[in-house]
């Protein structure tokens, strides 16, 4: 009877391809957060540069 349920489990896939899933959402997830971290001081300063440029050309 254990033995039967251990083959069944081991065979049954089903659920598999929403764990797959899950996994490359978390790893994209992480990609994104990690491209923040390291990019993030670097698109503040740039947008900080495009709106000071903006506000001083419609000043002027």
Same mark, same amino acid.
């Given at each position: 009877? !254990?033995?039967?349920? !251990?083959?069944?489990?081991?065979?049954?896939?089903?659920?598999?391809?929403?764990?797959?899933?899950?996994?490359?959402?978390?790893?994209?997830?992480?990609?994104?957060?990690?491209?923040?971290?390291?990019?993030?001081?670097?698109? !503040?300063?740039?947008?900080?540069?495009?709106?000071?440029? !903006?506000?001083?050309?419609?000043?002027?």
């Amino acid at each position: 009877m !254990l033995k039967n349920f !251990l083959t069944r489990f081991i065979k049954d896939e089903r659920g598999v391809t929403a764990i797959e899933y899950g996994l490359i959402a978390v790893a994209v997830a992480v990609a994104i957060g990690a491209a923040v971290l390291t990019m993030g001081d670097e698109l !503040l300063t740039t947008f900080t540069n495009i709106t000071t440029t !903006l506000t001083a050309g419609s000043k002027g």
